[in-house]
Every structure is written in structure tokens, then in C-alpha cells.
């Protein structure tokens, strides 16, 4: 799943090409994956790409008082194109969702593999007309987020720390991979109890929590769309590398299956060399 770093980056690369052309085509191909009617889809024609940012997970692009607003889920993705194909897409067919032409020939398709399709596209003319951004928790790296801040939506939550993390109506932008990621940095059970850390683990969580979002959206920027997936993979030290040495303490990367994801992490790093059994109804480490 495209996660806080990446949508930052599709954000800048989509600014940055497509910022000053003219909408001239807007073609539907997934018909479940909008999920609003008015403005209608076709409203967007004619209307100049201001620009594009990044709102929690979502990629949001400025079209001159309406916004494009896209969720891309699991399986989503944004494909630059340039030259755009000529022809109209058939709906229900293959992988793309929504095709955007451009003036100068260029353009994108928005697309999502495998079958769940949850990918979502909105037309509206605020941000808050999303519903899911309008019930946002607060931005990691915004301005003014600090230690206090984290302390404070934390507070409230009784859930796992692996569950609140990830959890946007608590903190925006952060998926599975990232709060594997965080938590790993952090030396932090999954299982902990989000509203019980001591002042040590949250300052170590706090800091892991910015940092590796930080270095990533670093690492991110100014790679082109279809780049942005492998230097991801490249820069995750416990994520999708089950069975792996640890690079901190060279022990061996463990797993969890619950419910339709896994995560990941280090028993030696995390939770005291203690391994979580990998079963689905499995009592976890707390």
C-alpha cells in the first residue's frame, strides 16, 4: 500500500509534470471506483492542474476550484504517460480506473491490481468533502506535531500499538509497512498497550515515528512514479523480510499472520527475544 512517503512523492512528480496543462480528457474505466456524482467526473474538463499535494494517504490534485482526490489502497498506483494512448478505455477490463489526458498528449492512468478494488477517486470542491479526510488524526510531519502531540493521541487509545499506528483517524499517512518499520526503530512490541508507554518509550517511538518518515519522503522525492515502489522495498529493514537477518542485532526477522495481512518484526529488537506465534487466534505479547 502506498503509504505517507510515496503519496508525498506522486504528489511532487504529479505537480511537477503535470502543474499548467489543461484537463482534456477524463475517461472512467472502473465505474465502482468513484464515489461521488457532483461535481460530475466530466466537470474536470477544461480546467488547468494548479498542482498536487498530499493529505494523509490521500493524493489530492488541484484543478482550479475542484480537487481530484485519489485513495489507492492496496493495489493502486499512478502511471505517467507521455504520449497518452489514443484510445478510450473499456470499462471493467483490466487494472486501470480512471485515464486523465492532457494538453501537450501527456497524461495518467490511475490503476489497481488484484481483485479487491478499493481504489477510490472523489471530484469535489473542498478537501473535507472526503470523508475519510475529514476525520484525518493529526499529521506526523506536520508543523507543530511534537512529542507532546504524539503523547496526547496516544493517551486515548487502548488498542495495540501495531493496530493505533496505522489507524488514520489517530495519526494520517502511516499503513502497514511504515509501522512495522517505526515500531522495529523504536524497539517497541507490536502488542504494547499504546496509552501505557513510559516517558523513555515515548520519546524512542516518537522519534522513530518521524525519522523513519522523514527519511524515507528523503529518500522518495524526485524519483518518477514507477521508481517509487523499489526504492521503498529498498529502504525497509524489517518489512517484508521474514526469515531475513535483522540489521540491528542479526537475529532472525519473524512474522504474524492476522486476519488478511502479516506484519513483521525483530524478537531480539522488540520483545525481549520472545517470538509471537504465528497463528491467527494466537495469545499476543503484550
Not at 467526473?41 to 480537487?67: F, H, I, P
Not at 498528449?105 to 473542498?126: H, N, P, S
Amino acid at each position: 500500500m502506498p503509504e505517507l512517503p510515496e503519496v508525498e512523492a506522486l504528489a511532487m512528480f504529479l505537480g511537477e509534470q503535470a502543474g499548467g496543462r489543461t484537463v482534456e480528457r477524463a475517461e472512467l474505466a472502473s465505474l465502482s471506483a468513484l464515489k461521488t456524482y457532483d461535481p460530475a467526473l466530466e466537470s474536470l474538463v477544461g480546467r488547468r492542474v494548479a498542482g498536487a499535494e498530499r493529505v494523509g494517504k490521500y493524493l489530492c490534485t488541484d484543478l482550479d476550484g475542484l480537487w481530484l482526490v485519489t485513495h489507492l489502497a492496496r493495489a493502486g498506483w499512478l502511471h505517467w504517460r507521455d504520449p497518452l494512448p489514443a484510445g478510450r478505455p473499456k470499462p471493467g477490463r483490466g487494472p486501470l480506473a480512471l485515464r486523465v489526458g492532457l494538453s501537450g498528449g501527456a497524461g495518467f492512468d490511475l490503476t489497481e491490481q488484484g481483485t479487491e478494488k478499493r481504489l477510490a477517486i472523489w471530484v469535489v470542491r473542498a478537501l473535507d468533502q472526503v470523508e475519510g479526510i475529514a476525520r484525518l488524526g493529526p499529521d506526523p510531519l506536520s508543523e507543530g506535531f511534537d512529542e507532546a502531540a504524539l503523547a496526547a493521541v496516544l493517551g486515548r487509545e487502548a488498542g495495540r500499538l501495531k493496530t493505533v499506528l496505522a489507524d488514520q483517524s489517530v495519526l494520517a499517512g502511516v499503513g502497514n509497512a511504515y509501522s512495522d518499520e517505526i515500531l522495529w526503530a523504536a524497539r517497541l512490541s507490536p502488542f504494547k498497550t499504546a496509552s501505557k508507554l513510559t516517558a523513555d518509550e515515548l520519546e524512542r517511538l516518537y522519534h522513530a515515528l518521524t525519522g523513519t518518515l522523514r527519511k524515507a519522503v528523503e529518500r522518495s522525492l524526485g524519483q518518477a512514479a514507477r521508481e517509487l515502489k523499489d526504492a521503498k522495498r529498498a529502504g525497509l529493514n524489517v518489512h517484508g523480510r521474514a526469515g531475513q537477518a535483522c540489521p540491528a542485532c542479526g537475529g532472525t526477522v519473524r512474522e504474524v499472520h492476522l486476519a488478511n495481512r502479516s506484519f513483521q518484526y525483530c524478537p531480539g529488537c522488540q520483545t525481549g527475544g520472545r517470538a509471537l506465534a504465528d497463528r491467527r487466534l494466537s495469545r499476543l505479547l503484550k
